[in-house]
DNA sequence: TTGTAATTTTGTAACGATAACAAATTTGTA
DNA sequence: TACAAATTTGTTATCGTTACAAAATTACAA
């Protein structure tokens, strides 16, 4: 439950990618980078009508496009049906548990990367790693498989 | 242009994934293991329609569906748009050349899969490591950028 | 401050890939 | 041959996303 991320950086992390701040573009931005659960379009929409109710689902998937063409998003592509949205630039790989179907953040050492990014004649601009598994709590003594 | 797989073999194949051959299964995974450009649902469709007047999408749909349950495909999530399909189960992984939208088989060292899959506390189903930049051929000294 | 153009937001309608479903066809086996 | 199971097919429905134009807001010049 990590809130209150304070407005002034948030509108300052827009501004340092070029997009021009506005009530809806920092709401969600502030919601992006305030949860870990690599919300759908969906989400984002029940979580800030409550307290934006003229918001519309369009400025959601406008102001998503835009901010992944500024590089201040990752977007995801894990199931070929939802679209999920990730606040986290920095370098992480994602797994993705078929019990809970939660999404996790997953820390990759940096030399890994590298080796990965070492594709000859190939200019590699992105490296997604995705893992489909059980993840640690499903795989818990305590749960039936 | 490699045609001509035997149908004996790829008959044997789909036993050998517990799937019950006919026809329709047999020719759509000839062309899925006689190609290496990771066809949609569409081109399946397209390239098998001359050949079998009759085939419905459907079927391509519940056969995909089909291979995926028994192993015998791999599914690429690659742009949360067209789902894609890859007749070879052996581990490599995925470019996505943004410039040509040709998607290439990249191999990878088995150490880096090893890697990789050293994921403290999960269980590791599947690994799928999808590269977007642009590709040796595009980079060619000929092609504007 | 006022007017105007540019930007942003919004709601509706259209699109398209996929899934649900039931009927028709084919296959396996008694 | 007969019948049940499996497979294929065509139609319809679903739903995430995009297109589009109108409305609202913002930035800026006079």
Redesign the pocket.
């Known amino acids: 439950m990590q809130e209150e991320q304070p407005i002034v950086d948030i509108a300052l992390h827009l501004k340092n990618h070029g997009i ?1 701040p ?4 920092m709401a969600i931005m502030e919601y992006l980078m305030g949860t870990s659960t690599h919300p ?3 989400v984002i929409y029940s979580h800030l009508l409550p307290k ?1 109710p ?6 959601i ?3 998503l ?1 835009l901010f992944r063409e500024k590089g201040a998003i990752r977007v995801l592509n894990l199931d ?4 999920r949205y990730d606040g986290k630039t920095t370098e992480h790989a994602h797994f993705v548990c078929r019990r809970c179907g939660r999404i996790y953040d997953v820390e990759i050492p940096d030399e890994i990367y590298e080796q990965l990014n070492k594709l000859p004649d190939h200019l590699v601009e992105q490296t997604d790693v995705n893992y489909t598994g059980v993840c640690a709590e499903c795989l818990g003594p305590n749960v039936i498989r």
Chains 1, 2 share one sequence.
């Open positions: 021009r506005s009530m809806q573009r759908s379009v969906d934006m003229t918001l519309s689902r369009t400025t998937y406008n102001t496009e070929n049906k939802i679209t």
